[in-house]
């Protein structure tokens, strides 16, 4: 099993959820509303004056024969639009109960 943290500006969020029911991922955390810069090139998202938006991120749990497939729709999407910024970093899961 892997973990997929995904982080990904606001106007992502309906896309990634569907993303993630149309690739039969039931299970998943969101937070809808975090802050947060971009390491390379990202915009902060820091829900102030100067830097109104947010971003939002989501964490779900995946067989290992999915997370090639998935991180490959998430490249697509941040290539489509790369000034929204989306990031996503895979994590082993030890244990579940």
Same mark, same amino acid.
């Given at each position: 099993? $892997? ?6 500006? +606001?106007?992502? @969020? ?5 993303? !993630? ?5 039931? *299970?998943?955390?969101?937070? +809808?509303?975090?802050? *947060?810069?971009?390491?390379?090139? *990202?915009? =902060? %998202? @820091?829900?102030?004056?100067?830097? =109104? ?12 024969? $999915?997370?090639? %497939?998935? !991180? *490959?729709?998430? %490249? ?5 639009? =790369? $000034? !929204? ?9 030890? $244990?579940?109960?």
């Amino acid at each position: 099993m $892997k973990a997929i943290f995904i982080a990904f500006d +606001q106007a992502y @969020y309906e896309r990634i959820v569907d993303m !993630l029911e149309r690739n039969n991922c039931r *299970g998943f955390t969101a937070w +809808q509303e975090v802050q *947060g810069r971009g390491s390379v090139k *990202g915009e =902060p %998202h @820091y829900g102030t004056h100067a830097w =109104p938006s947010l971003a939002s991120s989501v964490i779900t749990v995946v067989d290992d024969a $999915k997370v090639d %497939h998935l !991180l *490959g729709i998430l %490249h697509e999407m941040d290539l489509a639009t =790369p $000034k !929204l910024g989306l990031r996503a970093f895979v994590w082993n899961v030890e $244990k579940t109960i």
